[in-house]
């Protein structure tokens, strides 16, 4: 199956902690995103990629890091920095990063802190 | 700094009835929009994306039109379903960063049966 995959589904960190949320595509698109979506809320944009080894930050992207080694993949790092970590963290891709091509989106990990 | 809001935040109506959800844009200079649709705890599913060119887009019982100039887009959902139950978000692609979309803060729909 083509898709967007993301894991863990739920992830539990104590305050203090660093934690990975994996993203990976197979939909062979040269561009993908990380958002931040909280109870209420539209999505925030964090980081994004264009390309390998290629990444801008978005509107809120203190305290988290990424990386891009890989075209099909887009790790998020959430650091100890980041002041309010808990939200429902979503990945996206998009065919290149150009005004026309649609977002399509993976299923989310919802990260709490504890 | 474009905004997008959606109103109402959260809509309930009954079964088969036609619907209209709305997203107003602050900034009219949009390359496209697109709407979502999210279960609880789910990710987003794409419904409809208009390009700024076009005025409206049609897929099933859904169609979405956009109005550039007052700064609106619409989606129309017809003869709704209890499986339509869900929040719908709007998003533009602002100019001047033509990879970050904006969102809205979504419509929280209910159907009831």
């Known amino acids: 199956d083509g898709g967007i995959t993301q894991s863990p589904k739920y992830l539990f960190r104590k305050e203090g902690q660093n934690v990975t949320l994996s993203c990976e595509q197979n939909?062979?698109?040269?561009?993908m995103y990380w958002y931040r979506q909280d109870p209420g809320q539209g999505l925030r944009l964090i980081y994004y990629?264009?390309?390998?080894?290629?990444?801008q930050k978005g509107d809120i992207a203190e305290g988290y890091s990424v990386s891009r080694e890989k075209k099909e993949s887009f790790p998020l790092t959430v650091t100890s920095a980041q002041k309010n970590p808990t939200a429902f963290y979503l990945c996206?891709?998009?065919?290149?990063?150009?005004?026309?091509?649609?977002?399509?989106f993976g299923p989310g990990t919802r990260l709490t802190v504890l | 700094k474009q905004e997008v809001t959606q109103i109402p935040a959260a809509l309930s109506v009954p079964e088969g009835e036609n619907l209209v959800l709305n997203c107003s844009f602050t900034?009219?200079?949009?390359?496209?929009l697109q709407w979502f649709r999210q279960d609880p705890g789910k990710g987003l599913t794409s419904l409809l994306l208009?390009?700024?060119?076009?005025r409206e887009q049609t897929s099933g019982r859904l169609n979405a039109s956009l109005d550039k100039s007052s700064g609106r887009s619409t989606l129309y959902i017809a003869a709704s379903q209890p499986g339509d139950s869900a929040t719908y978000l709007c998003a533009v692609n602002p100019p001047g960063s033509a990879r970050q979309l904006t969102f809205g803060s979504g419509t929280q729909l209910t159907v009831l049966p």
């Open positions: 996206a891709s998009s065919p290149r990063a150009s005004s026309h091509n649609e977002q399509f």
């Open positions: 208009i390009q700024s060119s076009q």
């Open positions: 939909l062979n698109h040269d561009a």
């Open positions: 900034d009219s200079a949009i390359y496209n």
């Open positions: 990629s264009q390309i390998v080894n290629d990444f």
